[in-house]
């Protein structure tokens, strides 16, 4: 049974994932038993475990091993009728230093990579893609339309209503035709950098065999790809009125009328044309707006202009750090996806959120490709793909 990519499962998700199905590839990817939050940030706990699971399943051959070479093609259908996510799972080969054909745009945390090395490591296994935005490429999208219009191999529904469709495309002529093609493209890293990082890692030790690669799904760039949302961030232990007297030292502040701030804040999130950045601890709801110079000084100067104007940028740098005088580590700050989670967890934490609208695709890549890396835990690319629909082993 497939779950959520692991940083989005609370340990209560989990629990309830183990419940729902004794193979729930979630004992895999989150191996701790109790579970512990943060498990993403540790190094190494309950590798090992999750390593004698895996043998146990290929074993009992709860996964089917596939030994010929092969690609899928995987979409994902939003329940409201809008327009699919196409792209193409497989083996990405790790780019060597100082190549540009994959693109990273978040920054990371080291705790969390080396968790990702050591349950590498210890299964020899991919077992969730990383999600690769790539330069649209007509023969890709091509072939891409052909192949959907036969039927799936694979079909799951996920809680969130969206349709998941895999095709297995084994024939060498279309096999060789997808790989040339991507391979004139050049990619954005859209979700997975943790794992990616410590793809990289692994391979560095030489364990990863001649020709190291990563699972990843591969979708375009524009229509065809991925929507972007923002991640919040809940500082707990903040009030809001302490909040908002330290936030007008370098905005203004205006606080909304709102009879429903969830209503209110998912209208405003909503509107792109709307300006600042919004401050709520679950009940009142205020917007800030018009940084002062002071606080659009705290954004390094040398940045590229690509990165300096995200809000997400303004608010880790001017908002954050300069008058909260907050960082971003773990224990510091809480990493809320959406928006619901984020307002339960202000609430719950006696603190604030901040709540960020997410950059367009084009700002994403064009901070990539100018060599820039967004706070981590800066976007959303949406929908996402399943875990544990394919796995790729490293042994032959």
């Known amino acids: 049974m497939s779950s959520p990519a692991y940083d989005l499962v609370t340990p209560e998700g989990r629990e309830r994932l183990v419940a729902a199905d004794p193979h729930n590839v979630v004992r895999l990817i989150l191996p701790l038993v109790p579970p512990v939050p943060g498990y993403e940030a540790g190094a190494g706990g309950g590798v090992e475990q999750a390593a004698a699971t895996l043998r146990a399943w290929t074993a009992e051959e709860v996964l089917e091993r596939d030994h010929e070479p092969a690609l899928w093609l995987y979409e994902m259908a939003p329940p409201d009728g809008a327009p699919a996510t196409l792209g193409w799972l497989g083996a990405v080969a790790l780019p060597e230093a100082g190549s540009t054909a994959v693109l990273p745009h978040e920054d990371t945390f080291p705790l969390a990579v080396e968790g990702r090395r050591a349950l590498l490591a210890a299964t020899r296994t991919d077992l969730e ?203 510091e700050l809480v990493i809320a996806h959406d928006l619901p989670t984020a307002l339960a967890e202000a609430r719950a934490r006696r603190g604030v959120a901040v709540l960020l609208r997410g950059p367009s695709p084009a700002a994403v890549a064009a901070v990539a490709r100018a060599g820039a890396r967004m706070p981590r835990k800066s976007t959303l690319f949406v929908p996402k793909p399943r875990t544990g629909l394919v796995l790729r082993p490293h042994d032959d």
Do not use: K
């Not at 529904?157 to 050049?186: E, K, Q, Y």
């Not at 679950?282 to 800030?288: F, K, N, S």
């Not at 110079?293 to 608010?315: H, N, Q, S, T």
């Open 129 to 331: 893609p990383i999600v690769l935005a790539h330069d649209p490429e007509e023969q890709v999208e091509a072939l891409g339309r052909n192949v959907r219009s036969a039927e799936p191999v694979l079909q799951v529904d996920d809680a969130d209503g969206v349709r998941h469709r895999l095709w297995r495309v084994v024939d060498p002529a279309v096999l060789a035709a997808v790989s040339g093609g991507l391979a004139r493209t050049a990619a954005v890293i859209a979700d997975g950098h943790h794992r990616f990082a410590a793809a990289c890692a692994y391979a560095r030790e030489g364990d990863a065999g001649p020709e190291p690669a990563v699972l990843a799904l591969l979708t375009p760039m524009g229509p065809g790809g991925l929507r972007v949302e923002g991640i919040h961030r809940v500082v707990p232990g903040l009030g809001f009125d302490a909040a908002v007297s330290a936030a007008a030292a370098g905005f203004a502040v205006t606080e909304l009328p709102v009879a429903d701030v969830a209503t209110a804040a998912a209208r405003e999130l909503a509107d792109p044309g709307a300006p600042g950045l919004l401050v709520t601890d679950g009940t009142r709801l205020a917007r800030l707006h018009h940084p002062a110079p002071d606080v659009r000084d705290a954004v390094p100067a040398e940045a590229p202009v690509a990165w300096r104007g995200l809000d997400v940028v303004l608010a880790h740098h001017g908002l954050l750090r300069r008058l909260w005088g907050r960082g971003d580590a773990p224990g």
